[in-house]
């Protein structure tokens, strides 16, 4: 029987074990997945799409109107000037951030990543051979250790990898602490992917800050985004990319032998959620009320401490105060029937438990009680 090559030997697989549906009792608090229904005009719209008999092959980047109406968003939301020709559309966010790890860098090339950070960047860039270096973010707020990242770098590193925020800290790095990073970039001639999936969802009062739109950024960064998380579409499977041309055309070499394009009856959906600014923020008024309610809640249990979370919708929980470890904390936690993550599956997050408030409120209330009757 043949051997399945070597390139998945040890490969993690990140908090999948504990991503499995538990029983019908348990509440779960693991998945990054909004507790939200697809908005219905999306929904309508990708209907109509098939319908119209939007069932064939089309332009590999994302059809003509879709870039555009990307680059309209980056250029409202974001200020963030591209050219509609520099971006493509991705099944999902995910597959944008493969291409842009096989774009950056090569086989023994070695890839910054701010630890703990997002579970599959890592196996990602170890199945195509790059070595990820783990640069350990500041304990206290999960900010970058600015002087941590300039002692990682070797004469094989190509790529710093920026989250912000961030999932699983929360953290929302600021516009000074990025521009530091781009400015350790150009002098040592970097790439930076910067995963901007939750630029959305900030809770601080400074803003999402894109490496690209800063002092040296434009020509060395990759922005990498998606529908998944603002518009509840994670099961649609649509990410974009964006960036200088050089990258951005071998992304397209990577699309069209690989994925060659989303399915095309989505395209019209997609633009059509680009403008559903209501959902969006009626979403974040939700995830707001249900980010304090697990602060509240959480913060009366002792030996927890709780860094309140700057984005994103995880609450990044440190457990050492109460004796045990992440793993016990979280097989405890199941036993008392609440399904979180303990983060010592991931490189840097040992002592913490990522707990997700993208479920519904009646489920964190529920969730929260159960864990109070365990710990009180
Ligand atoms: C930080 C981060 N990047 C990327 C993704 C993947 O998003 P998508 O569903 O668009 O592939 C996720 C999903 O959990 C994420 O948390």
């Not at 092959?57 to 974001?78: D, K, M, P, Q, W």
């Not at 400074?206 to 690209?212: C, D, R, T």
């Not at 959480?298 to 992440?326: C, H, N, Q």
């Not at 405890?332 to 997050?349: D, E, M, N, R, T």
Request: aromatic residues 8%.
């Amino acid at each position: 029987m043949p051997d399945v090559s070597s390139r998945f030997d040890g490969l993690g697989v990140g908090f999948a074990p504990y991503l499995q549906p538990p029983g019908p009792d348990v509440v779960r608090l693991t998945v990054g997945e909004p507790g939200f229904e697809t908005p219905r005009q999306i929904i309508d719209e990708a209907i109509r799409g098939l319908e119209n008999g939007d069932t064939k092959y089309t332009r590999g980047a994302g059809s003509i109107e879709l870039c555009n109406a990307v680059s309209e968003y980056l250029g409202f939301h974001h200020s963030i000037e591209v050219d509609s020709e520099n971006i493509i559309v991705t099944p999902g966010a995910k597959q944008a951030l493969l291409y842009s790890f096989m774009i950056t860098t090569m086989p023994g090339d070695e890839a910054i990543l701010l630890s703990p950070s997002w579970a599959s960047y890592e196996p990602m860039l170890e199945f195509i051979g790059s070595v990820p270096v783990n640069v350990p973010v500041r304990r206290d707020n999960f900010h970058p250790d600015i002087k941590a990242i300039r002692s990682a770098i070797t004469n094989k590193t190509k790529m710093i990898l920026i989250n912000s925020p961030c999932n699983p800290t929360g953290a929302v790095f600021t516009p000074n602490e990025i521009q530091e990073i781009v400015d350790i970039a150009n002098e040592y001639d970097l790439w930076i992917v910067s995963d901007e999936i939750y630029s959305r969802m900030i809770w601080v009062d400074w803003p999402h800050v894109s490496p690209y739109n800063l002092s040296g950024g434009e020509e060395r960064t990759i922005i990498v985004n998606g529908w998944s998380k603002s518009w509840a579409m994670t099961g649609m499977r649509l990410g974009f990319m964006a960036g200088p041309e050089r990258a951005i055309n071998a992304a397209k070499k990577c699309q069209a032998n690989s994925a060659s394009h989303v399915p095309t009856y989505i395209m019209n959906a997609a633009i059509t959620a680009l403008g559903c600014n209501d959902a969006v923020n009626s979403f974040n008024n939700e995830y707001k009320k249900r980010r304090q309610m697990m602060i509240d809640g959480l913060s009366e249990i002792p030996g927890l401490r709780i860094p309140e979370p700057e984005g994103a919708f995880y609450v990044f929980a440190d457990v050492t105060g109460t004796g045990m470890s992440d793993i016990e904390f979280a097989d405890g936690a199941l036993k008392a029937g609440v399904q979180l993550i303990p983060a010592s599956l991931i490189s840097g997050g040992k002592g913490f438990v990522r707990i997700s408030y993208a479920a519904s409120e009646d489920m964190i209330i529920e969730g929260i009680a159960r864990l109070k009757k365990w710990l009180l």
